[in-house]
């Protein structure tokens, strides 16, 4: 197995001072990973930053002009959540641009599989604006390229981030070329990604929304993953796997409510490594979303890499999610998308 990450320090200069998507989360994974002897394990694939005609796939020329004068005139807040600092706009150039280096590394088999560990985060930022902590959409950026310049019709993005990545959807809510599945919690920021939302015209039912009661764990998870998303993958036959990985489902993230340990993470990357090899030659192409609980964050990482690297046994230092008794059943749920989606 050659496994490929993408890192550059130019990440953790995106500074957001106080806020919850800060570059710890990348300076503390990057020290778990180089402990644990991990970094030694994998092949490291240089950042780039993207070109503007890369971006202008996804964003328009406005938005992109937006981004680079806030951060150039010093940084400041482009929506209520979202803030730049002076560094942002190269920051998130070679975020969006380190994915697509590491798309064309999976495409050309350089690597089986590969993980960009990149910030900004994407999968919030829409075509026109800045959004959730986003400023270009990384993912989106990424599918579009593999359609262009790959020759792909049908790329599928796993968003398992906790929050509905609505950026990643309205990008291709017209789309066939690409099947966008999310799982997240629901009612919850940023309101879409309702089972109904399924894709418009020719994108019709190509857009795959399970939007999870508060408390689900790893069984829950598990259970989406191997009733919904496993035949609906099977079914679309994809020729790449694209991953939106945002760990603020674990249950020591605090800025929402699921009960996902750092061993269900790694159930879950096992789930799609076995989808990728059944179903696309192994071509797995992770990026990092959300998580907000820095050692939360950086150990489900760890464990990514590990079972990315065929390691059998997982360590947990953070442990499972404490019993709170309120586990819901998500049985009806599962039954509703089912029948919306045809899946069997
Ligand atoms: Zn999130």
Known sequence: MSIGYVYDSIYLKHDTGGHVENPQRLSETMDVLTKAGLLEQLINIPARPATEEELLKVHTASHIQNVKNSATSGGGWLDGDTVTSPQSFEAALYAAGGLLNALDWVMERKVDSAFALVRPPGHHAIGNCAMGFCLFNNVAVAAKQAIDKYK?????????????????????????????????????????????????????????????????????????????????????????????????????????????????????????????????????????????????????????????????????????????????????????????????
């Open 152 to 344: 792909l019709d049908r790329v599928l993005i796993v968003d398992f981030d906790v929050h509905h990545g609505n950026g990643t959807q309205d990008s291709f809510y017209n789309e066939h070329r690409v099947l966008y599945f999310s799982n997240h919690l629901s009612p919850y920021y940023p309101g879409t990604g309702s089972v109904e939302q399924t894709g418009r015209g020719a994108g019709l039912g190509y857009t795959l929304n399970v939007p999870m009661p508060a408390h689900c764990g790893d069984a829950e998870y598990l259970k989406v993953f191997d009733e919904v998303l496993l035949p609906a993958a099977r079914a679309y036959k994809p020729q790449l796997i694209l991953v939106s990985a945002g760990y603020d489902a674990h249950w020591a993230d605090h800025l929402a409510f699921m009960n996902v340990s750092t061993a269900g993470f790694a159930q879950i990357t096992r789930r799609l490594l076995t989808m990728a090899s059944d179903l696309c030659d192994g071509k797995l192409l992770f990026v990092l979303e959300g998580g907000y609980n820095v050692d939360a964050l950086a150990q489900s990482i760890r464990a990514t890499f590990d079972v990315l690297l065929g390691k059998k046994n997982i360590n947990d230092p953070i442990g499972p999610a404490p019993e709170n008794g309120n586990t819901p059943d998500i049985t009806n749920l599962i039954e509703q998308i089912t029948k919306t989606h045809q899946l069997m």
